[in-house]
C-alpha cells in the first residue's frame, strides 16, 4: 500500500492514568488497554474495575510515549 508522498506519520502513543482508575494506553486516541494500578486486579495487568470498590485514590496524569 503506497502511502503517499511525504514522510510517513508516527503513531502516537500515550499513557493515561485515570483518576482513581486505570493507566490507558492510547494509540493513536483510541484505546488499546487499561492497565491496573491499584493492585487489586483478579486479571491483573488488566484492569477489571477493582478500583471501584477498593477505594483507590490517586490523581490524573498524562505520559506521552511517541508522537
Excluded at 6 to 14: A, F, H, I, L, N
Excluded at 25 to 32: E, N, R, T
Excluded at 46 to 60: L, V
Amino acid at each position: 500500500m503506497d502511502p503517499g508522498p511525504g514522510p510517513p506519520s508516527m503513531t502516537k502513543v500515550e499513557v493515561i492514568a485515570n483518576e482513581n482508575g486505570p493507566n490507558l494506553v492510547m494509540v493513536d486516541g483510541k484505546v488499546s488497554a487499561a492497565l491496573c494500578r491499584c493492585g487489586h486486579s483478579q486479571h491483573k495487568p488488566m484492569c477489571d474495575g477493582a478500583h471501584r470498590t477498593a477505594g483507590f485514590k490517586a490523581e490524573k496524569a498524562e505520559v506521552k510515549v511517541l508522537g
